[in-house]
């Protein structure tokens, strides 16, 4: 082998400039993604979880590091790995709750080609697929969210949710820290011209929602059934949130990845599975079929649909896939070389 080998690095002003920074590309993406893995053309393997502690609640004292490898196909075309770190604890120190490196490998050498900061890029595409899950199977009228979680992702669920639903015209937002919700709700309330109201009490706003979606730390389940009213789209993109009767009164139970939701064993559906209360049968549909037309979503305003996301890494991978891209076509980014 001769000549040598040079590898792009994208920090994350480039890499959100490029890409991540404008939300309704980034749920283009996220469609493209989760119709391409319908498809058969993306590869998705289970992520390698490394934790500290040997349950939930140690994994959210310490913090854990995640490995997401994977291939996406299409106008992609590329693999890699997602490498994000994530401590709740880190806000004690001024310092982001997740930080993610990208790294993308050409598919047919399988050589890297690039490594990107992927920090915003996560939370990004996060939240896009909320908007997704919004755009598809929540009520098309929906005018009131609540939202669980007042951090980076509940501000990119929002920004998703908003595009997909412009009707909505009120935002109820919780959090643990309550002074959280409220800076959350002052910050909302100007960037986007709607009402954003901080609550402590949240099963009245809950109960007059459309769309309820939980980004938070939580072990224990903070939405209850009784809150739950008819055409209510419930988006559970984070650990055992809803509670079982949540899951149960849904009239459709859809999902991002069912068997990779399985595998890490911590939201309320994938709980239900492995204590045997609910089986493979009972999973409606792969958001990915409903994009495709291969199944139905939403089929009437009084339908109950429950939707979990584990996230997987050929999301971001198509992120950054679509900043290199445009990196090297702009000139954008900084080559080093790694072997010759």
């Known amino acids: 082998m001769s000549g040598k080998l040079e590898i792009l690095f994208l920090s994350n002003k480039q890499v959100n400039a490029l890409a991540a920074d404008n939300m309704s590309e980034v749920m ?4 493209r993604v989760l119709s391409l893995l319908d498809e058969g053309k993306a590869i998705s393997p289970n992520k390698a979880v490394l934790s ?7 994994e959210n004292k310490y913090g854990r590091i995640n490995a997401m490898p994977g291939y996406i196909g299409g106008e ?21 709750r997740a930080t993610v490196l990208v790294v993308l490998n050409d598919p047919v050498t ?39 979680g007042a951090g980076a992702q509940g501000r990119t669920q929002l920004e998703a949710i908003l595009l997909a639903r412009p009707t909505i015209k009120n935002v109820y937002i919780n959090d643990a820290f309550f002074e959280k919700a409220q800076e959350f709700a002052e910050e909302m309330s100007k960037k986007y011209g709607i009402t954003v109201t901080p609550i402590k009490e ?9 769309i309820i979606v939980t980004v938070t730390t939580a072990t224990e ?33 859809v999902v991002d990845n069912w068997e990779n939701i399985k595998h890490r064993k911590i939201s309320t559906v994938a709980l239900m599975y492995h204590e045997g209360l609910i089986k493979d049968e009972d999973i409606t549909a792969h958001i990915g079929e409903i994009i495709n037309g291969k199944k ?17 890494g050929i999301e971001d991978i198509a992120v950054v896939t679509r900043a290199y891209k445009k990196a090297l076509a702009q000139g954008v980014g900084t080559k080093v070389t790694y072997w010759e």
């Open 202 to 210: 949240p099963e009245q706003y809950c109960s007059k929602s459309e």
């Open 110 to 148: 399988k050589i890297p080609v690039a490594v990107s900061d992927g920090t915003t890029v996560s939370a990004k595409r996060t939240g896009a697929i909320g908007g997704v899950a919004a755009k598809y199977l929540s009520v098309s009228n929906a005018s009131n969210i609540t939202i669980f």
């Open 296 to 312: 139905p979503g939403r089929e009437s305003d009084d339908e109950i649909i429950y939707f979990n996301a584990v996230g997987m």
């Open 76 to 96: 992609y075309d590329m693999a890699g790995i997602k490498w994000i770190g994530s401590n709740p604890q880190n806000y004690k120190l001024g310092l982001p």
């Open 52 to 58: 500290w502690g040997e349950t939930v609640e140690d």
């Open 28 to 31: 283009h993406d996220m469609e």
């Open 221 to 253: 389940p903070i939405v209850e059934a009784s809150w739950i009213k008819p055409g209510t789209l419930m988006v559970n993109m984070a650990d055992y949130e809803f509670t079982y009767d949540c899951v149960k009164m849904a009239d459709k139970i």
